[in-house]
């Protein structure tokens, strides 16, 4: 089996966002996406950006993918841009679609980023991760063969395929109904305590927000700016009842008040 | 660490009804094939009525029976004749399919090079190949015109659809790629290559067909013993309706076996090839066109491109080392027809011959949409006759143009009848194909949406179906021009003697070279500017309409 989950040896911050711009040309109008964004994760840590449509939560996270660019301020992953991150393999990234290759299997779907990286595929690490994720069994099934819980597992264990240190979730169950994704979160949860990369995950649901992070990013749209940071004091592995204890209420009433109160410093 | 023990107690995939998506059964296939033998049967007794009466053509349309009996005569003729076109056809086929697929791909990778090259594409979409034939023979000897010209053939269907097949690709993927460490080329080599093969495959089930008629139009040129087109041709003036109709049908069967066989696999492929989940967030990035460049730029680069053509035609020529005086260059071509009393004469005779040939080419045209249109509307609103007729409109359009067009030079005789009825027929099939298409791909749930408000078939058709009709007629015009022309100089070239099919065979025997290359160059011409008309047209209309066949 794999080794166990590496120690949280310092507070150092594998993600740091710092000041970052970015601008849209839409029908010839200037849309302001992000403005002044700043957001850091320590390393082995889980964050959530939360915040409603259109506030840049997924402009964000496409900069921090190393798909776009920000117009000004910096982005460091890892003491890396994310261009060399992804390129060295260290980063791995689930869609809200699984966006898996309808010709592959399961198997050869999460051996596509070392054939990718052009690196030899470790078979090993495959058959773990399908474990993992509670595919086993379906290795040889076509995504058009599974449902739709099954192909999100398909793209998480993908996206952990190269062992990454950032993890980018952009709401990776969000198609999925409430009681699946549920489950999908508290097997989330299972998954990431395997080796705790450093996570950002977008979601527009407060309740999975604050249950699997450490810290909740709280955006505002127009132009999308972060609103305020709350930190969730919670011990892992979190037990799916407590969203139901009064201290897990008070810090989602207030994520809450925050994206409802619309005014922002 | 080996595969998991757990596989071993997981159940099998097909035994989780509720987590397994299944493909829906398709009980309308059994059906569908009962249909089409009615249809087979049905025609078949009418074909064979008609001959035994000699109702059309004074004979010149025998029975069914007739031909069986005369085929099964001539059984030993076939086979020296039927190889030596499919091997030419398959060769050429084999060179032009590598050529355009490798040309789709250097045009997805590099767009500038495919806007240089996009004159070269449209010359060789709209070119009347039979112009080609006489030029083809002039430089090459044996069985390389028949090769070349059916690689020419294939050239068009399949570059464009491996060019849509690479960029038509959901817009997910990439990102994926990118993502883990890809750059460009990895997403053409684990995206687009793969995602692109359905379409390739649509491709060449067109180029098949087409391989076919571009070997048996350069066996017309003459100069070879075996082949259907000589088989044709000699069976032609021997005057042997039953034998010319066995030929023409073996041929259409060698075609459609071809689609048929490229068809299956395209469906085969297409399957494995469906995403999962559809893009709900996001349309296919069609054709990245991106911003719309200045003026100045498009006109440089249509300047540019036909440049591309002119300086292919001349560069092959110096390659192949042929002499001035058979081989005419651009400027030989300009020199021949300015200089002179006899520039003169040649205008004189080119203007004639193409007020010939074009009022029959709009003419059977016309009258080849007006029925399409016509009758798969008709077709659409009585859903059981279309069912019956489809299968038979589907072979019969890859039945290959140079074996009809002596059947109806028989049937209708050898004048301006004849002519239209081959631009007619060779019209009508494909553009009965694509309207029907557009009609049936239109979306169930806004014909719900109208029968919801008490709405008939016929009201659905008004504001369903018509919308969506229209820009596909536009899109047949535009695809069934450059086979009308070719009908129309085909007829002309074999029999009516007048036009620029004639004023071709005429110059080849006279070895007026001059003329040889202006009817190619001038046929051409008028081909590209007519396509790119309606291909104008078609585009308007698809605009006002708002894509009407989504």
Redesign the interface.
């Known amino acids: 089996m794999p080794a166990g989950p590496p120690e949280v040896t310092t507070s150092e911050p594998a993600l740091h966002v710092i000041g970052v711009d970015r601008e849209f040309d839409l029908r010839g109008e200037r849309v302001r996406a992000l403005d002044h964004v700043s957001v850091e994760a320590p390393v082995g840590t889980f964050i959530s950006l939360i915040g409603p449509s259109g506030c840049g939560k997924s402009t964000l996270l496409r900069l921090l993918a190393g798909l776009d660019v920000p117009d000004s301020g910096t982005i460091d992953l890892a003491g890396e841009t994310p261009e060399a991150l992804r390129r060295a393999g260290r980063l791995g990234v689930a869609f809200q679609d699984p966006a898996l290759l309808p010709w592959r299997s399961v198997r050869r779907n999460i051996a596509l980023p070392f054939q990718v990286l052009k690196r030899p595929v470790d078979h090993a690490r495959i058959e773990a991760l399908i474990e993992l994720v509670g595919l086993a069994g379906f290795e040889e099934a076509r995504p058009g063969q599974l449902s739709g819980g099954m192909r999100q597992r398909v793209a998480i264990a993908r996206a952990l395929a190269t062992e990454p240190d950032v993890l980018l979730l952009d709401e990776p169950f969000g198609a999925l109904d409430e009681i699946l994704r549920k489950q999908m979160n508290i097997e989330l949860q299972r998954i990431w305590l395997d080796r705790r990369p450093t996570t950002v995950f977008v979601t527009h649901a407060i309740e999975e927000a604050v249950f699997l992070a450490d810290t909740v990013f709280v955006m505002s749209p127009r132009p999308g700016r972060i609103a305020e940071k709350v930190t969730v004091p919670f011990t892992r592995p979190r037990h799916p009842d407590l969203v139901r204890t009064a201290d897990f209420h008070a810090i989602a009433d207030h994520v809450s008040s925050v994206l409802f109160s619309g005014s922002v410093g | ?4 023990a ?2 071993v ?5 097909a035994a989780r009804p ?4 299944r ?1 829906p059964a398709r009980p309308g296939r059994v059906e569908g094939a009962r249909r089409a033998l009615v249809t087979a049967v049905t025609v078949g007794a009418l074909w064979e009525l008609v001959g035994r009466l000699k109702l059309v053509g004074d004979g010149a349309f025998p029975a069914l029976s007739a031909i069986a009996t005369r085929w099964w005569q001539d059984r030993a003729d076939y086979p020296p004749h039927i190889a030596a076109t499919v091997r030419a056809a398959s060769l050429g086929f084999a060179f032009g399919v590598a050529i355009a697929v490798l040309a789709g791909v250097a045009f997805a990778t590099w767009p500038t090079l495919e806007r240089l090259m996009r004159g070269v594409g449209i010359t060789l979409f709209a070119v009347p190949l039979i112009a080609l034939v006489p030029v083809l023979i002039l430089a090459f000897s044996g069985t390389k015109p028949r090769v070349i010209l059916a690689a020419l053939a294939v050239y068009y269907p399949t570059m464009i659809s491996t060019v849509i097949g690479l960029r038509e690709i ?1 817009p ?2 990439p ?8 750059d460009d080329r ?1 997403v053409m080599r ?2 687009r290559l ?1 995602s692109a093969v359905p379409s390739v495959l649509a491709g060449m089930r067109m180029a098949a067909p087409a391989a076919l008629l571009g070997a048996i139009l350069a066996e017309f040129g003459g100069g070879v013993r075996w082949g259907l087109g000589s088989y044709l041709l000699a069976s032609l003036g021997q005057a042997r309706p039953a034998r010319l109709w066995g030929i023409g049908l073996v041929a259409t069967a060698i075609a459609a076996s071809a689609y048929g066989i490229f068809s299956w696999l395209g469906a085969r492929v297409t399957r ?6 559809l ?3 996001a349309t296919p990035a069609v054709l990245e066109s991106g911003p719309k460049r200045p003026l100045w730029q498009r006109a440089a680069f249509s300047i540019a491109s036909v440049l591309v053509v002119l300086g292919l035609w001349a560069g092959v020529l110096r390659l192949l080392h042929m002499s001035p005086v058979v081989a005419k260059s651009p400027l030989g071509v300009v020199r021949y027809l300015a200089t002179g009393a006899r520039g003169a004469n040649a205008r004189h005779r080119l203007l004639t011959a193409l007020r010939q040939t074009l009022p029959l080419g709009f003419l059977g045209l016309v009258a080849g949409l007006a029925a399409a249109f016509v009758l798969a509307v008709t077709f659409k609103l009585r859903p059981s006759l279309g069912r019956a007729v489809f299968p038979f409109a589907l072979v019969t359009q890859t039945m290959p143009l140079a074996a009809l067009t002596p059947l109806v030079v028989l049937v209708f005789g050898r004048d301006v009848l004849a002519t239209t009825v081959v631009c007619l027929s060779v019209t009508f099939f494909p553009s009965f194909v694509i309207i029907s298409q557009a009609l049936s791909a239109t979306s169930p749930k806004a014909d719900d949406v109208i029968r919801a408000y008490g709405g008939s078939p016929w009201a659905s058709m008004r504001f369903v179906g018509l919308p969506a009709a229209v820009p596909a007629l536009l899109t047949a015009a535009r695809l069934a021009t450059p086979r009308a022309l070719l009908g129309v100089m085909i007829a002309e070239y074999l029999a009516t003697g007048n036009g620029l099919g004639f004023l071709l065979s005429q110059s080849r025997g006279l070895l007026d070279y001059g003329m040889i290359w202006t009817v190619a160059a001038t046929s051409v011409t008028v081909a590209i500017i007519l396509t790119q008309f309606v291909g104008l047209l078609e585009r308007r209309v698809t605009r006002v309409a708002g894509n009407g066949t989504s």
């Open positions: 660490m080996a595969k998991p757990l596989a107690a997981a159940p099998p995939v509720a987590d397994v998506r493909r959901d997910r993927l990102d994926v790629i990118r993502v883990s460490g890809g990895a684990y995206v793969r494995a090839n469906l995403s999962a989940t893009a709900t967030n």
